[in-house]
T-cell receptor, first 109, second 115 residues
Framework: EDQVTQSPEALRLQEGESSSLNCSYTVSGLRGLFWYRQDPGKGPEFLFTLYSAGEEKEKERLKATLTKKESFLHITAPKPEDSATYLCAVQGGDDKIIFGKGTRLHILP | EPEVTQTPSHQVTQMGQEVILRCVPISNHLYFYWYRQILGQKVEFLVSFYNNEISEKSEIFDDQFSVERPDGSNFTLKIRSTKLEDSAMYFC?????????????FGPGTRLTVT
């Protein structure tokens, strides 16, 4: 059964304190792994798509990496405005997209 | 980034009633999706729609639900005979735009409250 597990569930960091969020997955025929940011009461906001192991993508203070079993979202020198829930999702060969429960990130000023 | 609007932003309905949630993609895309997110829980896939027909659906998407694209632009989700447990945020998403990419872009959601 396809599955996505994110850890930690919640993370509190001081402003400027770098860290990484983990997304472990099992899926048949990975077509893509996605990272989204979700603010309270809003729809998920697209961040990255990763298609194959070894791929990396960056956007401002965020960098996403992918292996055959997991993905990391690295956040460098975060700011309070980076506080949000970060969602990982995978799309398998059957086209369904499965989301993880997310990591709630809180950056303290 | 493609824009997606959803109406209404909040819908309150009584148990047993039918609701129609609407999604309007601003740009041309090939694939349309509906997801739901019960408060405090993860985003759940409901259905994908391509070329005017359902391409995939989850176990959640039973006979109570239906989708259509009646006028070639709006994409609707109909929920018949609503139940208390249908209360959730419902998100529309689109993909397969100009670059035919897999990225899905989400709308702001409709909050459905069933009383």
């Amino acid at each position: 059964e396809d599955q996505v597990t994110q850890s930690p569930e919640a993370l509190r960091l001081q402003e400027g304190e770098s860290s990484s969020l983990n997304c472990s997955y099992t899926v048949s025929g990975l077509r893509g792994l996605f990272w989204y940011r979700q603010d309270p009461g809003k729809g998920p906001e697209f961040l990255f798509t990763l298609y194959s192991a070894g791929e990396e993508k960056e956007k401002e203070r965020l960098k996403a990496t992918l292996t055959k079993k997991e993905s990391f979202l690295h956040i460098t020198a975060p700011k309070p405005e980076d506080s949000a829930t970060y969602l990982c999702a995978v799309q398998g060969g059957d086209d369904k997209i499965i989301f993880g429960k997310g990591t709630r990130l809180h950056i303290l000023p | 980034e493609p824009e997606v609007t959803q109406t209404p932003s909040h819908q309150v309905t009584q148990m047993g009633q039918e609701v129609i949630l609407r999604c309007v993609p601003i740009s041309n895309h090939l694939y349309f999706y509906w997801y739901r997110q019960i408060l405090g829980q993860k985003v759940e896939f409901l259905v994908s729609f391509y070329n005017n027909e359902i391409s995939e659906k989850s176990e959640i998407f039973d006979d109570q639900f239906s989708v259509e694209r009646p006028d070639g632009s709006n994409f609707t989700l109909k929920i018949r005979s609503t139940k208390l447990e249908d209360s959730a945020m419902y998100f529309c998403a689109i993909s397969g735009g100009v670059q035919l990419s897999y990225e899905q872009y989400f709308g702001p959601g409709t909050r459905l409250t069933v009383t």
